[in-house]
């Protein structure tokens, strides 16, 4: 993955560096955020970092290459369609599956409240969105009365 710009060498280098969030535009990261597809915290390359190890993947790298950051995210061996599912979910998300059993149900502040108590209420939505997406949750109901029941499925059956 290449992006314009460049990145000082203490971010490249340090595993545990947590950048300012400084976007090159700051409109669409305002978009994306509203999305829920980025944080706007400068937490971006310490999360990758993070989802890559616990997926069990090579740690990612960054380089200053043509202008722009260039970000390598390798990876070995053939990778299952239930092993990319599982990946592609934050790891609270996948906490939240192997503690919880068929049949519960809960809403999206118990949620938040148990297993993603340090993100915005809209991370934890958009969480909660994919697990439905993917087959591991069913939405009840609609607005403020919006409850959730965790289904049989298992990250490993995919």
């Known amino acids: ?12 280098n340090d595993p545990d560096a947590r950048l300012v ?5 700051p409109d669409i990261a305002r978009v994306f955020n509203y999305m829920g597809y980025a944080e706007t915290m400068g937490i971006g390359m310490w999360r990758i970092r993070n989802e890559m190890a616990q997926a069990g993947l090579p740690s990612p790298t960054w380089a200053n290459h043509g202008g722009g950051v ?16 599982a990946s592609v ?15 519960e149900q809960f809403t999206t502040v118990q949620y ?3 297993f993603a108590p340090n993100v915005s209420e809209r991370s934890a ?3 909660i969105r994919a697990l439905v997406e ?6 009840e109901g609609r607005g403020y009365q ?4 965790r289904l049989p499925k298992s990250a490993g059956n995919g």
């Open 134 to 139: 993917q087959g591991f949750l069913r939405q």
């Open 70 to 85: 260039l970000l390598t995210l390798p990876r070995t061996g053939q990778v299952r369609k239930s092993q990319i599912e």
């Open 89 to 103: 979910l934050p790891a609270r998300a996948v906490a939240f599956l192997r503690e919880t059993n068929p049949g």
């Open 125 to 127: 939505r958009s969480d």
């Open 112 to 114: 938040r409240d148990r």
């Open 1 to 12: 993955v290449w992006n314009p710009g460049m990145l000082p060498a203490v971010y490249i």
């Open 21 to 25: 969030s400084r976007p090159h535009n």
């Open 146 to 149: 919006t409850t959730y029941v």
